[in-house]
């Protein structure tokens, strides 16, 4: 049986959205884009907000709804990684979906903070997943290579 894959996004500055779309040309899932009914403001301001709602535990209303979340098997979850942890509109969408027995597979992007605590807060809020290892990408320097050999070890 063939898995039924999803790959769910936020993208702030397109650097995720790029890996997301480079893991979707690898593995034909369905791209899902995260999208804010109340978009973040452009420039050095969104920091501040963010770390605001990150500290607050805030939820902003998303736009983009999943219906259909139990048809998928495999559901990667990219983010950038802001304050150390996944951006607030990730935190909605995990928090609005059940991905209970499904497996889990984080990516995200990054400045130079790294992982930080993403794959745990992922694992949090997807309780009852198979949480994989995921792929930290600096920016959006990522080769194909890189992501090959991230598959093999997630799907």
Not at 38 to 44: A, D, N
Request: include cysteine; proline fraction near 5%.
């Amino acid at each position: 049986m063939e898995k039924k894959i999803l790959i769910a996004y936020y993208t702030h500055s397109n650097n995720t959205e790029k890996l997301a779309k480079a893991i979707q040309n690898k593995t034909g899932g369905v791209l899902h884009k995260i999208t804010l009914k109340t978009p973040y403001p452009s420039g050095r301001s969104i920091s501040d907000q963010a770390k605001k709602e990150i500290d607050a535990g805030f939820k902003p209303e998303l736009v983009s709804k999943l219906d259909d979340a139990e048809t998928y098997d495999v559901v990667f979850v990219g983010s950038p990684n802001w304050w150390y942890t996944i951006a607030p509109p990730v935190t909605t969408f995990l928090s609005e979906n059940d991905f209970a027995g499904k497996v889990v597979v984080p990516f995200y992007t990054h400045g130079g903070g790294g992982a930080g605590s993403i794959e745990e807060d992922i694992a949090k809020l997807c309780e009852g997943a198979k949480i994989q290892v995921g792929l930290s990408v600096y920016g959006d320097g990522f080769n194909d290579a890189q992501i090959d050999t991230w598959l093999k070890k997630v799907i």
